[in-house]
């Protein structure tokens, strides 16, 4: 019988409704079936904890007096873009400082805010008539911004590559160091948590999607940059999905710090780890379904980043059970593996959102509108200017 997000929503709000994390979920779909668990629960939680490189902040400073157009801006060193109105600002997760390279940089300015650290702040300006003041140096902290909205162009990578390194060198990539003669492999994606995995046909994600994000109030405003729908149909009858994301947005003033944090990858620079919980209602016995799949028949395939193109070469297909047994087989050789997300913080995420909705604190929302599907992203052909 089909349930729809209204009537899990007076569940809820009456104490009724039943809510299981997603591995429970695929937990109790394995001993009691399908169809059982589609009439018993009423909203799974699953979550993701990853290095998300397309994240940034919109900061509203306030006018100074006189008032300042900011057009050249640094927050604790590091550029944020000054060409928005005269004290807005975008800043980028993995824009480097200008003094500390890729050891600080916007991801590390955006977790300090979050954390109640002060931040310095200097801006210049040409000076016009209703915008006198030519700079302006000093210190703020996240309360004293008028607004600060978290806004993330492409977030919860619905399933990412995992990455080795067939080369004779050491490659530092934003997939990390990748060591030399298929030394190691390394991938990203909660498999069983992920929630673009557990809704792959975009049934119950879309634009206006309230979701946990960094541990405060979010929501999906469109689809993220590069988002694709393909799948493959494997011999064995499982599916294998390509690469769906989100753009994602929330208040920074209502987020925690433990769920947002800034990282610096070895010979690639900075980028923001960012918490983000997906309630998924179970509408029918179809939603149970793909809720259940299991890290056994969730697959990804391992590419050779030693390689740096666009058409660097897939060299085989594994399960996320495979990758996080410790060690894939590649050409007769044992490789290790290591992820770069966290399934430890993931499971928080996940339970934590539980706890919300199970108290009334969080109810879901019925998207607005559907998320475009698109089955390719275009890259750039470049050619040489003479």
Known sequence: MA?????INEKLKKGKAVVFTAEEAVA?????????C???IDVVTAATFGAMCSSGAMLNFGHSEPPIRMSEITLNGVEAYGGLAAVDTYIGATQPGKTTGIEYGGAHVIEDLVAGRPIELCAYSAGTDCYARQSIHTKLTLGELNQAYLFNPRNAYQNYAAATNTTSKTKRTY???LLPHTGNITYSTAGALSPLLKDPH???IGIGTRILLCGGEGYVVFEGTQAVNKAEQLENGDVQYAGYTLAVMGDLKG???????AATFDGYGPSLYVGIGVPLPVIDEDMMADIAVPDERLYTCVYDYGISTRSRPALCRVSYAQLRSGEVEIGGKKVRTAPLSSLYKARLIAGELRGKLLDGSFMMTQAVAALP??????????????
């Open 175 to 177: 997939m990390g160091t």
């Open 38 to 40: 589609a009439k018993k």
């Open 255 to 261: 987020m925690k710090s433990e769920y947002i944090k």
């Open 28 to 36: 109790m779909a394995k001993e009691q079936g399908v169809a059982a």
């Open 3 to 7: 349930k729809t997000i209204a009537e």
């Open 373 to 386: 599907f698109r089955d390719r992203f275009n890259g750039l052909n470049a050619k040489e200017e003479k």
């Open 202 to 204: 975009l049934r119950t």
